[in-house]
Structures are given as C-alpha cells and as structure tokens.
C-alpha cells in the first residue's frame, strides 16, 4: 500500500510543532513544544541550537506514538522562523555559540555603517534586502569575528552555517546532509536571488569563507534521509515560513497575497518568475523553488499585529482574553477619531522608523474603552494597508483578494474592518496552519504522495468571505487621520 502521511516540521520563533498530514492535506496529528528565549542584553535575542533541536524532536516523537505507524510516513517538510542563524563544528556537530535569533539587533550599528559606506543600492539589486540586522549576514559575521577561534576554524572548512531548516537537517540525516533552500537562502543577505547562487562579491564585503556555506536547493525534492524513528523517511521539502504559508494559502499564481496575523503580520505578494524590486521599503524575497522554475514574493512585515491586542490584555488590562476584543470593540459604531498606532518597538514596512513609538490620539471626553478596542484593530488593519498599497504600487498590481491566517485571523471584526480599509474581498481558508500545510505539499510533491498543484488546488476550502461596505468616504477620513497620526508616531525617540 503507498504511503499516506507527511510530516510537516514547523519551527517557530517561540514553539516547535510537528504536524501529520493525510492525503487530503488534512492535519490528523499535532504535538508543540516551547523552548527558552534568552535575552542576554537589552536588544539581543538567542535561542540555544540544541533546544531547538530537541523540543523539534520530542514533537516529532510525540506525533508518531499517537496512531501513526513510521512506515506509513511519506516524506517529511520541513518549514522554519528565518534569518536566525547558527553555527557548528562540522566534525562534532556542537555549536559554537546560541543561534542568534532574527529579532537581534546587536548588528544594528554595523548596518548603519554600511548604509554610510553606499551599500544599500547594491545590496538590494543582488539580493532584494535592505541593510537591516534582522537578516543572517550581519550575524554570521558577528559570530566568526566575536566567538573565539571561530574565524580561523571557518577558513580551514571547519565550521557550518545554517539557518534553522539546515540545522535540522544536518540533526536528522546526523551529519549527512548540508543543504538550505532558495527561500531561506534568499533571507541571508549573502545570496544573489537572481544568479541562484552565493554572491562572492557580498561574501567578501562580510569576510565569509564560502566553505561555511551549505548547498543551496529547490524547495520541493528528496534531499536527503532520517533513519532516527525505526524507518528511512525522506526529508523532501524546504520553505522559510512565511514563503511556506504562501504556499499553503496555494497563492501559486502572481497577483495573489496572503497576509498573516500572529504577533506581527507577514504580507507576501507572489509576483511570478522575475524579482520585482521594491521602490517602497519592502523586501524582494525567493517564494520557492520547484522543478526548476523559481517564483518570487515582495514581502512586507508589521512589528506589531496581534501583539498590539496583547498589550490591551497584559498592558492595560482592558480585557482578559485576546478574544474579547472583538465584543469591546463591536460595543461602539466606529471608533470615533480615536487612532491608535501600534508602533510599540518602532514601525516596519514601508516607514523602518525604529525611532517611531506607539500613540493613542483623538481623545475626547466620550472616549470609551470600546473606541480605543476597535481603534486597535484599525490600527493593525491600516498598517496592513499601507504595505498593500506599497506593494500594488511596486508590482503594477491590483490585489483582488487577501487571503488570511494566524492567530488573530479568527477575529471577524478585524477581517471586516480589513476589506473595508482597502476595499477588496478578504478570504479566511478553514485550515488556518498554513504554514505547517505549505511544508507538507512541498514535501508531498515531491515523494509523490500529491500530484500536482491542480490536486492540491481541491484541498483549499473556505471558511468566510469578508466584501467591503461601501462607505468610501467614512473609510477615506480614517485613512487620512491614520496618516497623520503615523506622521506624528514617527521619530518619537531622538537618540
Ligand atoms: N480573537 C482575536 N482577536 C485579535 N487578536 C487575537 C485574537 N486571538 C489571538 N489574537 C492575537 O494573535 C496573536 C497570536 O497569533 P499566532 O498566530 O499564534 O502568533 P505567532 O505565531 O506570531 O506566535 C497574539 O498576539 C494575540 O494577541
Ligand atoms: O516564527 P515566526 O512565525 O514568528 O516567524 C518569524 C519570521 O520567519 C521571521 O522572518
């Protein structure tokens, strides 16, 4: 009988999570498992390598001793936070040093210095970046020249450099395989997303012996083999996670886009077989790779999504439950000139303003809590919009749908205020792990276990549609209020 489950890893920022896929790209069994955050200075953020090993296997462990038979497991995908970056010793397998975590600034002043030294406009052409400490480059670099010993190591072919997919694999295959993907590969700012190789020009500028480097490879083929849970189980897909989530969201086409909404938002735009550079701030990035065609993304990230209904739960109390929100919130017709701008740790896509800080503004003295609630969910919701337009504006593009997940997708006054702000219908799947569900038809389709895009294609099911109301003027004050108030959030802090 053929084999008919996928696994699909999902190692996340905060959690590890392994996820059993049937044919039908239905999830049969979950495990999750939280690690440490280490924070070991104001602004750097650390994982330990060997716990996200570990809390990666237990789950992988726990999945399979619940009623699924090893030898029944296809293939296994595998999806992951980008830009963190480790390194290890090539005999020994132990790292040098905790993975510095994408959110780390410690590089912040060296970006500057490269910004001053007239980088930045090649920097974007090779790779589609712009200069920021949150790609893996700065920290490689970091690494090699703070970590005693490091660089010489590196230079005798000592070391590997991963981010996480290519530490997992390395773990899985127990040393075997050494490999990343095109879309992980494209968030280092080391790889030319349009040559599809290491860039040896950006290798020099950051002092990288190129035999740290792992093998760069498609997004959906057999890259190897585990032989660690009683079976040999190919290791046949590979996406960052949000370009995994694109995916999952089967926005194959250009033109579609899918946002995210956990605790910041994710917008990806897949705009086809050409990279298209951004004029506005956003990121070009390599969506995947799959039997030799390469399809890119503009991306655009808000800091604060869902984090800002955190802060009303934890920081001020107004409600107990994330949930809640939406009742507050509906307990008020419109949120009354009351703007909040989440800008809590400076602002993202398209304003980069770290210096920005978070408002409330339009306070009257009929302000109730209600009005600050759904001011909240505007402020997520606009933020949204201005990534939109930026992007309409760099792809030449109109989007005609967004299709949603993530944490804060389950809000339904949020997804309504969303169409409503940018006037397109917006689209709640009813599998909303579209992360995990990417990584499993990456991997499917390459064992096989899925024939094509077309199959896959039947699987994406909705669960609501959100259509604007047609109050084009309400909608184009709060607009122009947002802006304004964005204007008045940024460059709060002078130093
Ligand atoms: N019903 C809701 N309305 C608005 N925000 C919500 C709701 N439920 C959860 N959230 C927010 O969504 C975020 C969690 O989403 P999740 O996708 O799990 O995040 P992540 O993967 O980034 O950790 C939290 O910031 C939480 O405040
Ligand atoms: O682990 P997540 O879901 O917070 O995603 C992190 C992103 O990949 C960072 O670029």
Known sequence: MSKKVILALDQGTTSSRTIAYNSEGKPIETSQQDFEQIFPKNGWVEHNPKAI????????????????????????????????????????GEPI????????????????????????????EKTGLIIDAYFSATKLRWLLKNVEGAMELAKEGKLCFGTVDTWLIYKLTDGDVFVTDVSNAS?????????????????????????????VKSSSEIYGYTRLFGAEIPIAGIAGDQQ????????????????TYGTGCFLLMNTGKK???????????????????????????????????????DGINLIDH???????????????????????????????DPYARGSIMGISRGTK??????????????????IVKAMENDSNMKIKELRVDGGASANNLLLQ????????????????????????????????????KKELKKHWEKDAIFEPNTNKEGQLKLIKQWHKAVKRSKNWLED
């Open 53 to 92: 090993w570990e809390s990666q296997l237990k789950t992988i462990e726990s999945v399979l001793s619940k009623n699924i038979d090893v030898e029944d497991v296809a293939g296994i995908g595998i999806t992951n936070q980008r830009e963190t970056t480790i390194v290890w010793n090539r005999d020994t």
């Open 97 to 124: 040093h905790n993975a510095i975590v994408w959110q780390d600034r410690r590089t912040a002043s060296y970006c500057d210095e490269l910004k001053a030294k007239g980088h930045e406009e090649m920097i974007q």
């Open 187 to 215: 968030r280092t700012m080391l790889f030319n997303i349009r040559t599809l190789k290491w860039d040896r020009k950006l290798l020099e500028l950051f002092d990288i012996p190129k035999d740290i480097l792992p093998e």
């Open 244 to 259: 995994a989530a694109l995916f999952g969201q089967l926005c194959t086409k250009k033109g579609m886009a899918k946002n």
């Open 275 to 313: 990279p298209v550079l951004s004029q506005n701030q956003l990121l070009t990035t390599i969506a995947w790779q799959i039997n030799g065609k390469t399809y890119y993304a503009l991306e655009g990230s808000v800091f604060v999504g869902g984090a800002a209904v955190q802060w009303l739960r």
């Open 322 to 352: 994330a949930k809640e929100i939406e009742a507050l919130a509906s307990s008020v017709p419109n949120s009354d000139n009351v703007i909040v701008v989440p800008a809590f740790t400076g602002l993202g896509a398209p304003y980069w």
């Open 369 to 386: 809590k209600g009005h600050i609630a759904r001011a909240t969910l505007e402020g997520i919701a606009l933020q949204v919009y201005d």
């Open 417 to 452: 205020i969303q169409s409503d702000i940018f006037e397109c219908d917006v689209i709640r799947p009813t599998n909303l792990e579209t992360t995990a569900l990417g990584a499993a038809y990456l991997a499917g389709l390459a064992v096989g276990m899925f024939k094509n």
